[in-house]
């Protein structure tokens, strides 16, 4: 048997061959009000028209609530501050 040094499992998980992907929150709109469902016409109206962030993918759930995929973390953080700004009153924001 051939006895040259071999690799624990430990050694082997221990370097990453592949770097991992960073994690971009999704922003999620909520309607206040359950029966509104222009959420999503509303919310694409107001992201293309008001507000100039890059978005890559805007979707709409079963339940009427607006997914919101943006390219980097800085440009999460600043689409929350602004979608909250102008519809607080009837949408909540999450991440």
Excluded: W
């Excluded at 624990?8 to 359950?34: C, G, H, L, W």
């Amino acid at each position: 048997m051939n006895k040259e040094h071999s690799k624990s499992f430990a050694e082997m998980v221990k370097y990453d061959k592949i770097p991992t992907r960073k994690v971009i929150p999704n922003i999620i709109i909520k309607p206040k009000n359950v029966n509104n469902k222009d959420t999503g016409k509303i919310i694409k109206k107001q992201i293309l028209g008001d507000i100039t962030v890059p978005v890559q993918r805007i979707s709409t759930s079963k339940t009427g609530d607006v997914i919101i995929k943006c390219k980097n973390k800085e440009d999460v953080e600043r689409t929350i501050q602004r979608l909250n700004d102008k519809m607080k009153d009837n949408y909540r924001v999450e991440m």
